[in-house]
């Protein structure tokens, strides 16, 4: 089998496909890329409301599930199995704030390194507050 | 991927049985709290009187005002167009502009009286928000839920009483001081009193009941007999802002 004008075919899928990749070049040959995700996790308190592979996957559910929970139904707090979670003594609300906030409280170094990295932008921080890093 | 039925049950309330021995979380659990009020002040019907004779007598009196913006992060812009309230005062010719009595007790017409959300019984901004970003609650708390408001502020046009504010800009720069326990709204989004939703879960009374120092505001549960607002309704003579418009305001003026 013959390929009429082989070179010129060749030569046009390769920059074709030069082209077409040209954002996964720019991307892998970038700085930012090769910053991988550090996160920093709160020193003084050891347990979450779920595990680590379900908060690093479900996190965002978690919330809408909470947001919703609060807000339309007005349940407040984190219960499992009928009984109200505590953390430090005090009834653990359902709130990004006042729970995840409390132990996290290092925006920069916690929810923005995996945020940026992926490159997606929660519009929670346009209405809550993050804390000024190192809040009690 | 986990679906949300899955997901529903495994978060919701006495659900998650089955994953319980996954779940390695060691929060402390308390089987009777009665250390802190889980259980919030409930009410089948939220209302408020406001005794005008004693909130007169200190007409340049802002506590409240300042106590429920301060704690809900309203903005406070300088431009009177661009102006948030959640509270706030007015003259009565102005808040009871459809009283036809024009032969009132000499001075009554320039007294100040508080306005805020009346919580109406039946609410016509809650019947136009196309999102259901605001909604009547079962203990009658016109409630808002800012995540959903779309800002197309029909709501506002809806209701009777101003008692809606749009931000028609980004709100953050204009809040002094913030409360980082509290959300602020962002542009686009309407806002108003939600009668504390939040502190009565808690078991708090609303900010503005709190911090009056004349003690004139009184908040509490319609439908309870024995409650402290039901002893000054049926004791003083009250009135109620545009009761023709039939939205049934849950905010009584104790004149
Ligand atoms: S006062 Fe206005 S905003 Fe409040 S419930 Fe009545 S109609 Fe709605
Ligand atoms: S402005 Fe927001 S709350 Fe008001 S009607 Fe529109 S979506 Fe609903």
Redesign the interface.
Known sequence: MKLYDGWKIILGLIVFFAFFSLPVWINLSSAQSRVKPQLEYPKDS??????KDYMNH?HM??LN?W?DSV??M????V?????????N????EMSL??ACLKCHNNKQKFCDQCHNYLDVKP?CW????E?KGG?K | MINRRNFLKIVSFGGGIALASKITFELTSQENNNEHKIEGLKAKRWAMAIDVQKCDRTPDCKECVVACHNYHNVPNFDNPKDEIKWIWKDKFHNAFITQENIYLPSGMNHQTVLLLCNHCDKPPCTNVCPTQATWKREDGIVMMDWHRCIGCRYCIAACPYGSRSFNWKDPRPYIKNLNPDFPTRTRGVVEKCTFCAERLARGQMPACVVACPSKALFFGDLSDPGSEIRQVLSERFSIRRKPELSTSPEVYYLV
Do not use: S, W
Not at chain 1, 89 to 92: A, E, R, V, W
Not at chain 1, 126 to 129: E, N, P, V
């Open positions: 050891k347990q979450c409301v779920e595990n479900y559910n978690l599930f947001r807000v339309r007005n349940y407040r707090y219960v499992r199995n009928g009984v109200v979670l505590t953390h003594g005090k009834p653990l704030t006042l519009y346009d209405c809550h507050i804390p809040l």
